[in-house]
Structure formats: structure tokens, C-alpha cells
């Protein structure tokens, strides 16, 4: 049958032809994405470590037979899973209003006539018709097209469209992205074509990318890294101790204990109680509170996070692998300069009235925004062009034709060598023309070329008619507002940044010169990247900073030779083609405007205004959160140090027993979690910004951490212990003495965070922090909280207190100070050093 204004006549497959296809190369399907159910999703959540460490003391606190203890534990665990889930299906309701829903159809022709089919329905073998505006849904090579141009950024990430052809020249042929080929996921933003079906589903482009992106495993955190070692190392320390006052337990029963059994019994419940002080069961609490204040403040921040850990990893982000269009620039193209041959005026109305109306052409659209603004006015305004010049890959121009009085008026536009001999020009004009163009791209700028013409009729081509040039279209897809500056927020955080990106490496060299980017000479592209294997590609990452004419597969490799050099890496993307690196990436992040689905779901982060600024300070964010978990974990080491030497050393020198089981929970749980919320709440060092990444090798507590914290712990434990046995062997009750070591020891607790908040000393800490209005009921509550155990009745018999004086509660705040404020003299000494 014949369509419209193509020239072959196409029959189409028949119904048996299509059976065929369908058997041998499969539907037209990338299959389903599978949903975990709520139910697998609670069951991934407890499979976090931290949760697993709860549960098996939960298990312990059983065997000892304190089950109410054990209940308090259920549902401190059941309540970090519930924020855990919260967030992840808060997240997913989220994404799931940035979802275009849409279904396309496709024109094919079947047993001689054109029908609509579903997208899945398409085949190989079929005969497929597209026009301007719709979604290319399979892969095929090109018959026949008018006028045809496509986007095709969801592949290679570039907004311009690309005119497509039948015939390719060589230098086409060594292209990637094929020129007479269309790929499933493109869009039609001109003319039209008629297309043989070459490629559906999985073997498509398109599906390769959904093929390789669910065999990809995402990367552990350095967070989850760390927090495994951490882990071990307590458990270690646990089941040490655990050893160690079983056999000294054994040892001094040996003529107390009636039996052997009992002694063994003994040992045991005396090994698990020193393991249960050991063990940091408050760490889940601290750390869920932490990460998810910390994605909803970086919500608040136009980021959509996707998934917990990822608040964490942005703070150690080390290298930052950045698309150029839409991320670094506007993704929308800008008449940046102008050169006009005779009058300004001329060459506006000539490149005016040579666009469409309806512009689908960014440049076309940038051509009619730049003239508008300027205040073009003509009296072909609102006429519509009685002839067109159809844009080609051949001629590579266009034009318009309008009639007054039985004249013709011929306005072109388009590459610069085309219509520079249609026009009537001299030796000196062309060189001076093309010492502009030259000047322009240099500049990294797109050149377009505008000339007129005069007629009594209607040429059947451009070059019967003699033009007057009108001048010269510079174009750029500018720089996004601020990007220079955060750019350089990057280097001084130690973070290198790596431009990636589709376009030409001239291009590209002259858009990093003008955003700040380091070793703009230095591009490596596509066409190296294949010829090159990946252990030579780890080696000239170290150096490179652009990647120009990148194709889809490139990015990914990009990203694996980063990570082979021990760098974290974060990788953004809107495409289908980044979908992949956004998965393999430590930290992927999605455009939030003009990403796909796929990337969207690939990634842990989405931004929300599309906007370099806004990762930059998601970073600040994230560097902020770990150090503020990173002093929280300091602080939970050293309030455990007291109650593991207590647990190791009451029964070792046979004293009454100080902590029960209730003391413990109560400072675990309830008392150190609520005061270490007040390090999430801190504000950032100033030079937060400044510091390098941390190493990816390098522990969450340091050795010189580690040592401070093991020191501060030990003097806690030397005025708590110390009190505690002074006043047993000064005729006071155990009651008495267990009341004032307790009320010395929650204090210390609750100074301890004003000491180690920051390098400031404690009083300025405590005067500024006090001014937060959170933290200020926090303390408050905590005071009142230890007021209720001391002095009401009916909480001294459960905690097993006695009331204290007023000059015994002012002792032990004073000793509680003492123990603790200590720390202001090393800064004191570090400050008059500087």
C-alpha cells in the first residue's frame, strides 16, 4: 500500500508472519519489574545487623529470665523497624507521584493497512510509521523519512535533536548512535518516517541497559562497613569478658555454690550479664533517629532520598561524576551572542520568520525567545509561510517562504558552510565571516547561519535563488546560576568532579573552562574509552576530569575504574542509559524533573530541582550527619565503659551489687539515646566543608578517638565506682550509696555531651546549644527523671532508691562535673596553641 508522500509501496506482515516473529525473537517487553511485598520489606528490615544484635539480646535478657526487661527491648526494636519502613514506603509513595504514567501505541502496517498495536505488540519484521510527537517503541533501521528529527537524550543524555537519513557517509558510520537507525525510548520531534523493526525487548538498547541494571549489585556504605566492624569488635570485647567473669565466677563460688551444676549456672548467668553491658543495643536507636532526621531535613532541601544508608555516604562522597546538560547547564539552548553582517534588525527578522511558529526545535525555540525579548516586529508577523524548505542531513538548511504583491520573501537558517555560497559575498566578507564563526567555536558555542532573499517565484531549490546574508546565531546551553561557585565548594571539600557527557569535547572543554572545572584539557572519549581496557582506565581516571561522546555502556566503567582506585563515588543522571552507573555508583542521584523511571529507581537520591547547587549541599548534609553519628558513638562507648567495669568488677571484690537489671535499661535505653538526640540537633564545624573525604579503609572511631573516649569513660567510671565504695565503707547503706553513684553517673552521662560536642568549651557549648528549644526540654526531662527515681516512693521501690539530701545531690553533681569537665583544659591547651 502506499502512504502518503512516500515513495515504496509496503504490504506488511501477515498474521502467521507475526506468530513467527513473536516465537523467534520474543514480545516486545523488558518484563515486570517485581514489588518485594510489605511483608518482605519488614523482614529485610530486621535483617539490618544493629536490629539482629537487639533480638539476640532480647533472647538473653530471656535466659535470665527478666522478661519485662526483655518486653521493653521488643519494643524499642519493633519501633526502630517501624521507622525504618515508614521511611522506605514514605519514600516510595513519593516516587511514585514523580511517575509519568503513560501507555503508548505505535502505527504498523499489517496485511496491507496501518493499525495501532500496544507497544509489547510490536515485532521484528514489522513495518512501523512515525510522526512528530510520538515514543519510538522499538529499534529499527529507517526506509524512508521527511523532514525527521529525534530526541534521543533518554539514551545518550543530549537534549539536541538528531536529524536522521537513509544513507550514511563513513564518518557516520563510526558512530555509536547510528543516524539511520531509531532506538526504542526516542522521541519524534519532526516529520516523519517509515521503519523496519530490527530489534524489540531485551535486545533492544534500551533493554540491554534494564538487562545489565538487575544483574548490577549496589555497593555496601562505608557506614555499613563500619558499623559491621564495629560490631565484631564488640562482640569480641563481649564474648572476652564474657569468658573472663564466668572462670573467675567459677573460681570463687568453688565453696558457696552447693553444686557443681549451680556453680556452672552461675558462671554462665554471671558471663551473659558482663556480655549484656558490653553489648551496644542503643547504637540501632541512635543510628535510625540519626539517618532518618537526617532524610527528612535533606527533603526539606529539595532531595527525595530512596533510601536510608544513602544520607550517610553523601558525606564521604570522593569523586562526583556529573552530566553537562541540565545538571552543570540549563538543558535549554540560549542565543548567547550574535554577529550581524549589515543591520541587527535584519538579522532578526530573517531568523524569526525562518523558525516555525510551533517550535519543537530547542534552537528554533531559543531563535524565537531571543527575538522576542529583542522586540522583533514584521509585517509577516502572523502569516503563515506559504512554502517550506524542509531541514535535511544532506542540505542542512531550511527556510520559509511568505508572499507580498506577488513576491516572494525566502528566510533560511542552518550551518554556516551550506549557506555561506547562496549568499552574494567577497573574499574579505567570507573571511571575515568565518574568523567569527571560528571565534564562536572556540567558544564551545553552536553556529547558525541566517540569509534573504527576494523572488518573483518559487524556486524548486535554495541555490536558484540569490541571498543576502543577514549574519551569524551563537548558541549555548548556559551554565545553571551558581554552579561556578559550588563547584568550588567541591575542591575545597576535596571532592573531584568529573563532567560526562554526550556532547563533543570542544564543547564540553569550553563549558568546564567556564564553570571552574580543573583539567578542562584533558577529555577522553567514547571512541578511547573502546579501545582502551579497564585497568588502564583506572589509571587515567586519576588525572581526567571530562568525558566527552560517551556512549551508554561508558558511563558505568567510568564510575568501576573510580571505585577500583578506593574512591567513593556518586554519579548523577536522568536517563535510561545512566540507569546503570546509577546503580553501580555508591551513591546514584536522579533528576527529579526530566529523569526517567528507570533512573529514578536505579538511584538513592533524587533531586527534586534538577539542580547542581542542591547536591552540594545534600553533601554538606551528609558530612554533617556522620560526624554528628560519629560523636553520638563516641559518646555511647564511653557511657558503657562504667557499667562494663562495674559488671566486671562488683563481683570480682564481692561488693553488693550496684546496677540491676532496671539501672541498665534504664541508662541504655531511655537516658543515653534521648541525651545523644542532642548531637543530632548540633550544628556543623565551620570548616566542615573543607575537610577531605574520609578514606574508605578509615574506621568510624579513629585510634586518637578511640583513646579519648576510653580515657573520659575510665574517670566517669573512677568517680562513679569511686563514690560507690567510699560511702559502702563509710557505714552508708547500699541503697544510699547505689542512689548517689547512680545520680553521679546519669549526670556525667548528660555533661559528657556538652563537653564533646564540638571544640568549643563546655559552658559556650551548653549556653549555645541550650538556646535550641528540643534540647532544652531534653535536659529538663532527663533532671526530672532522675528527681522522680530519687524522691517519689513508689519509683524508689522499683529502682531500688533512697531519697538524697540536698547536700548529697549537690556532691554528686560537682563530682559528676569534675569527672567530666576535665576535658576543658586539653582545650585550652590546643586553642593557645593555635
Known amino acids: 500500500m502506499k502512504i502518503g508522500n512516500f515513495k515504496n509501496d509496503y504490504t506488511g506482515l501477515n498474521n502467521e508472519q507475526v506468530r513467527e516473529s513473536k516465537i523467534k525473537y520474543g514480545i516486545n517487553s523488558l518484563g515486570t519489574i517485581k514489588k518485594d511485598s510489605i511483608f518482605k520489606k519488614i523482614l529485610n528490615t530486621f535483617k539490618e545487623p544493629m536490629l539482629l544484635l537487639l533480638l539476640g539480646t532480647c533472647c538473653i535478657y530471656i535466659l535470665l529470665g527478666q522478661f519485662s526487661d526483655s518486653i521493653i527491648m521488643f519494643t524499642f526494636i519493633f519501633f526502630i523497624a517501624g521507622i525504618s519502613f515508614y521511611q522506605e514506603y514514605k519514600t516510595d509513595k513519593a516516587l511514585e507521584t514523580l511517575k509519568e504514567l503513560s501507555s503508548p501505541k505505535s502505527k504498523v502496517i499489517r496485511n496491507n493497512r496501518i493499525i495501532e498495536v500496544k507497544s509489547d505488540e510490536v515485532v521484528v519484521g514489522d513495518i512501523m510509521l512515525v510522526q512528530e510527537g510520538n515514543i519510538i517503541n522499538a529499534e529499527g533501521d529507517i526506509l524512508e523519512c521527511h523532514d525527521f528529527s529525534v530526541n534521543e537524550s533518554s539514551l545518550t543524555g543530549e537534549s539536541l535533536v538528531v536529524w536522521k537519513k537513509v544513507k550514511l557517509n563513513d564518518n557516520e558510520k563510526k558512530e555509536y548512535f547510528k543516524k539511520n537507525k531509531c ?77 557443681l551444676f549451680k556453680r556452672i549456672i552461675d558462671a554462665i548467668l554471671a558471663g551473659i550479664t558482663i556480655a549484656m553491658a558490653t553489648i551496644p543495643e542503643e547504637l540501632p536507636v541512635i543510628l535510625t533517629v540519626f539517618l532518618t532526621t537526617g532524610a527528612y531535613l535533606i527533603s526539606k532541601k529539595k532531595s527525595l532520598v530512596r533510601k536510608m544508608n544513602a544520607v550517610e555516604t553523601l558525606g564521604s562522597i570522593s569523586v562526583l561524576c556529573v552530566d553537562k546538560t541540565g545538571t552543570l547547564t540549563e538543558n535549554k539552548m540560549t542565543v548567547i551572542d550574535t554577529y550581524a553582517h549589515k543591520k541587527s534588525e535584519e538579522l532578526l527578522v530573517a531568523s524569526f520568520l525562518s523558525c516555525e511558529k510551533e517550535a519543537f526545535d530547542p534552537m528554533e525555540q531559543a531563535i524565537i525567545d531571543f527575538c522576542r525579548k529583542k522586540n522583533v516586529t514584521t509585517e509577516f508577523m502572523d502569516d ?95 551554565p545553571r546560576y551558581g554552579v561556578k561557585e559550588a563547584i568550588e565548594n567541591c575542591y575545597q571539600a576535596g571532592i573531584k568532579l568529573v563532567m560526562i557527557t554526550g556532547d563533543n569535547g570542544e564543547t564540553a572543554k569550553a563549558i568546564g573552562k567556564e564553570i571552574g572545572l580543573k583539567n578542562c584539557e584533558k577529555v577522553i572519549t567514547g571512541e578511547k574509552l573502546e579501545k582502551i581496557d579497564d585497568e588502564e582506565l583506572a589509571k587515567l581516571v586519576k588525572d581526567v ?5 560517551v ?80 560523636k553520638a558513638i563516641g559518646y555511647v562507648l564511653i557511657v558503657h565503659i562504667p557499667i562494663a567495669l562495674i ?188
Open 183 to 259: 532506538y526504542a525510548s526516542t522521541i519524534v520531534t519532526g516529520g516523519e518516517a517509515i521503519i523496519l523493526v530490527t530489534n524489540v525487548g531485551i535486545n533492544t538498547e534500551y533493554g540491554k541497559i534494564g538487562d545489565a541494571l538487575g544483574k548490577i549489585v549496589e555497593p555496601k556504605t562505608l557506614l555499613e562497613k563500619q558499623i559491621r566492624k564495629l560490631i565484631i569488635i564488640c562482640a569480641s570485647i563481649s564474648i572476652l569478658f564474657m569468658v573472663v567473669v564466668g572462670l573467675i565466677t567459677f573460681i570463687n563460688n568453688v565453696n558457696d555454690a552447693p553444686t
Open 384 to 478: 503563515e509561510p506559504v512554502f517550506e524548505y524542509p531541514f535535511s542531513s544532506e542540505t542542512k538548511i531550511m527556510g520559509h517562504v511568505f508572499k507580498k504583491n506577488n513576491n516572494y520573501n525566502v528566510y533560511v537558517k542552518g550551518a554556516y558552510e551550506q549557506v555561506l555560497p547562496l549568499c552574494n559575498l567577497n573574499e574579505d566578507e567570507i573571511k571575515e565571516i568565518s574568523e567569527k564563526v571560528k571565534f564562536f567555536s572556540n567558544k564551545g558555542y553552536r553556529v547558525l547561519a541566517v540569509a534573504h532573499s527576494k523572488s518573483s517565484k518559487i524556486e524548486q531549490s535554495l541555490d536558484k535563488y540569490q541571498f543576502s546574508f543577514a549574519g551569524l546565531l551563537a548558541f549555548v546551553d548556559p
Open 551 to 630: 556512549y551508554p555502556n561508558h558511563k558505568m566503567r567510568i564510575v568501576e575504574a573510580f571505585q577500583r582506585n578506593n574512591m567513593v563515588v556518586a554519579m548523577t543522571g536522568d536517563g535510561v542509559n545512566d540507569a546503570t552507573a546509577l546503580k553501580k555508583a555508591d551513591i546514584g542521584i536522579a533528576m527529579g524533573k526530566r529523569g526517567t523511571e528507570v533512573a529514578k529507581e536505579a538511584s538513592k537520591l533524587i533531586l527534586l530541582d534538577d539542580n547542581f547547587k542542591t547536591i552540594i549541599t545534600a553533601v554538606e548534609n551528609g558530612r554533617h550527619i556522620y560526624e554528628n553519628i560519629r
Open 545 to 549: 576530569t571530562i568525558f566527552a561522546r
Open 647 to 834: 559488671a566486671l568488677l562488683i563481683p570480682l571484690f564481692n561488693f553488693p551489687i550496684l546496677l540491676l537489671p532496671i539501672h541498665v535499661v534504664l541508662l541504655e535505653l531511655i537516658i543515653d539515646p534521648i541525651s545523644s538526640i542532642v548531637f543530632q540537633r548540633c550544628i556543623a564545624d565551620e570548616d566542615i566543608m573543607k575537610k577531605r573525604p574520609r578514606k574508605t579503609n578509615e574506621n568510624i572511631l579513629n585510634k586518637k578517638y578511640v583513646f579519648t573516649y576510653i580515657v573520659q569513660g575510665l574517670i566517669i567510671s573512677l568517680g562513679f565506682l569511686g563514690s560507690y565504695i567510699y560511702l559502702l565503707t563509710n557505714g552508708y547503706s547500699s541503697e544510699m550509696a547505689r542512689t548517689f553513684a547512680l545520680t553521679v553517673l546519669i549526670l556525667s552521662n548528660l555533661f559528657i555531651v556538652y563537653v564533646n560536642i564540638n571544640k568549643n568549651l563546655t559552658i559556650i557549648n551548653f549556653i549555645n546549644i541550650l538556646k535550641d528549644k528540643v534540647i532544652l526540654v531534653i535536659n529538663i526531662v532527663i533532671l526530672i527523671a532522675l528527681l522522680i527515681v530519687i524522691y517519689i516512693p513508689f519509683f524508689q521501690e522499683i529502682v531500688g532508691t533512697v531519697a538524697l539530701t540536698f547536700n548529697q545531690f549537690l556532691w554528686a553533681f560537682s563530682i559528676a562535673l569534675l569527672c567530666t569537665i576535665w576535658y576543658d583544659l586539653i582545650k585550652i591547651q590546643k586553642i593557645n596553641r593555635k
